[in-house]
């Protein structure tokens, strides 16, 4: 009888230990969302290269490389929010070279080289970014993955861009008043401003 009351007690008291837990984590207030920004060093960086397509391009890739790379230095530390904020500058900088490559004037196979090679690049990056997730607290782990959606998406307007000149148009049909306007196969977003903020997760 002694052991089975040991056991009922025993039992209540690992509940109510979860539930104090439970009731802690729903008390701690989320992280900030990090913004999304190009550091003034990164642009004047950026911009002195502007005028070689190359260069700008291969330069504005190991950016971002660079703010994984700090990312997860950050992360190690258990500097959450700081890891968070790198990820935030890292998506600006992948924005911003899509956006310098569709300025850019080229066209042809150099504008899909290009788009290849980011594409690749970009690829790299999602399982880089999911460890990151993984080693951080929930808080903080929601901005991770809105971050590799972001580069899912980077990589299908990247992918979009290099297929484009390949895909064969259908013959133009005789529009009729029932048919909505249609929207080109292959055509993608453009990439989200520097200054615009996460929205906050809870």
Do not use: W
């Not at 539930?19 to 950026?46: G, N």
């Not at 703010?67 to 230095?73: E, F, G, I, P, Q």
């Not at 895909?167 to 080109?184: C, K, N, T």
């Amino acid at each position: 009888m002694l052991a089975a009351l040991a056991f009922v007690a025993l039992a209540f008291g690992d509940a109510a230990a979860q539930t104090d837990a439970a009731a802690q984590r729903a008390d701690e207030p989320s992280a900030a969302p990090p913004l999304r920004y190009v550091p003034d060093e990164v642009r004047r960086q950026l911009d002195a290269e502007a005028r070689d397509v190359k260069a700008r391009i291969k330069l504005g890739l190991q950016l971002a490389e660079d703010r994984l790379a700090r990312a997860s230095v950050a992360s190690d530390a258990d500097r959450f929010e700081e890891c968070t904020n790198e990820l935030g500058v890292y998506e600006a900088i992948v924005a911003d070279t899509i956006r310098y490559v569709q300025t850019s004037g080229r066209t042809g196979n150099k504008l899909r080289d290009t788009f290849k090679r980011i594409e690749l690049t970009l690829r790299a990056h999602v399982p880089r970014i999911e460890t990151l997730r993984r080693g951080l607290p929930e808080a903080h782990a929601v901005y991770a993955k809105a971050t590799i959606e972001f580069v899912r998406v980077q990589r299908d307007q990247a992918l979009s861009s290099f297929y484009d000149d390949t895909v064969i148009p259908e013959p133009l049909r005789p529009a009729s008043s029932s048919s909505a306007a249609g929207v080109r196969a292959g055509s993608a977003a453009h990439p989200v401003g520097d200054d615009e903020k996460k929205p906050k997760q809870r």
